[in-house]
């Protein structure tokens, strides 16, 4: 087996942070970072509390050079009744934190195979790895940011370019909502559903994501997207998916999404 370094892991070990967001694709947590720095804290009770090594990007350390279980930026009870407390406990500090344990993991595997240390034939099982909890991570930690409790940024429509453009690309805020819920509730299995902004086109979209590890789609910056894995919505909606999605629709920050699409615009034209 080839096992020679790519051109984005030519780092001694561990990855460098610019080398381990290339691998993941993940251009957009740097935008993510500037929207969610502006983004005002929406619950009165404060931020979650559950681990207080954090940086100024979401999701990454940069101390340690490792991923971290971002907090979340409402309290985990902030959605009710829309999303339950338990289901956003379980949510964040098990699966995202199973993700980001599972990401660090596998950067480590990949590093021990380029130095000589790992086993070469493994290489797929971890990229694999990488890609899954990578993909995890990222899609979590932007999905907490475009939720917020529902009067308090979260909930009722986009305004601005934002509101502008989702008219025009998809005929009125309504048609969009339909077709994000219709093609979110036909997700097979678990997945996602995303608004996301194609730099090629300048067009809005909507997109499917089976599994997680699909966040390299060509070309489109995500927006906004819901969780429809069941342990996202089934200890209070059980089977009634499109229920969640409906629910879900209360809680969206739009001013936060609003911001992503403006960089996203912002960066095509640069
Ligand atoms: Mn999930």
């Known amino acids: 087996m ?30 993510l970072a500037a929207a969610a720095n502006a983004q005002p804290r929406a619950g009165a009770g404060g931020r ?12 990454w350390d940069e101390e340690t050079g490792e991923f971290v279980l971002p907090d979340l930026p409402y309290p985990y009870d902030a959605l009710e009744p829309h999303i ?24 480590k595997e990949l590093a021990k195979i380029r130095s000589g240390d790992g086993d070469a034939g493994l290489i797929k099982h971890w ?15 932007l999905f907490w940011l475009c939720m917020a409790p529902e ?4 909930g009722g429509e986009p305004r601005g370019p934002l509101m502008e453009h989702i008219r025009r690309d998809f005929g009125s805020f309504d048609a969009f909502k339909a077709h994000f819920k ?7 299995a678990s997945g996602w559903g995303w608004l996301v902004y194609d730099t090629v086109s300048g067009r809005l979209m909507v997109a499917q994501m089976e599994k997680q590890q699909d966040m390299l789609l060509t070309a489109c910056v995500p927006l906004m997207g819901v969780d429809v894995w069941e342990h996202a919505y089934y200890l209070k909606y059980q089977n009634r998916r499109g229920d969640y999605v409906d ?4 809680v969206v920050n739009w001013p936060f999404v609003g911001r992503l699409f403006q960089q996203a615009r912002a960066g095509r034209t640069a």
Do not use: K
């Open 2 to 31: 080839n096992t020679e370094p790519t051109t984005a892991q030519t780092e001694d070990s561990p990855l460098s942070r610019r080398a381990a967001l290339a691998a993941l694709g993940a251009g957009g947590l740097g935008a």
């Open 48 to 59: 979650a509390r559950d681990d207080d090594t954090r940086s100024r990007m979401p999701g």
């Open 84 to 107: 339950d407390e338990q289901t956003m406990r379980i949510h964040h500090r098990r699966h995202h934190q199973g993700y980001v344990n599972g990401l660090n993991r596998a950067l």
């Open 127 to 141: 990229s694999r790895e990488l890609a899954f909890h990578g993909g995890g991570h990222i899609n979590h930690t």
């Open 151 to 154: 009067g308090r940024g979260g």
């Open 182 to 188: 219709a093609a979110s509730g036909a997700v097979e």
């Open 247 to 250: 629910a879900f629709m209360n």
